[in-house]
């Protein structure tokens, strides 16, 4: 029988929930939908904070799927650190 352990899943439920985010929402949209601040938006989808059932319904339903599918095996890349660069201006001369 497959054991898993906590961190795994709670990495498949922040790969899920960035995943189905990324596509519909930003973490500020979401967190109007849920209720819960951008902070801990980014730990979910981090995997750094236990979640409870009731934050696992209340990301399901912002984002429109069934509470299982954010249990499902998933894995994303690791985020990039630091911040995104800044988009250069061009100047018409």
């Known amino acids: 029988m497959l ?6 899943i709670l990495a498949y ?3 899920n929930v960035r995943r189905r985010r990324a596509s519909k929402f930003t973490q500020q949209e979401l ?4 209720g819960f ?5 980014r730990k979910i989808e981090r995997g750094r ?8 319904r ?7 799927v069934a509470p299982g599918v954010l249990l499902r095996k998933a894995k994303l890349p690791p985020a ?3 911040r995104p660069r800044k988009r250069r201006s061009r100047r018409r001369t």
């Open 3 to 8: 054991e898993l352990t906590q961190a795994e």
């Open 13 to 15: 439920i922040g790969a």
């Open 31 to 34: 967190e109007a939908l849920t």
């Open 37 to 41: 601040s951008v902070q801990y938006i």
């Open 49 to 56: 904070v236990n979640v409870n059932l009731d934050t696992i």
């Open 58 to 64: 209340r990301l399901a339903n912002a984002l429109d």
């Open 80 to 82: 990039k650190p630091g």
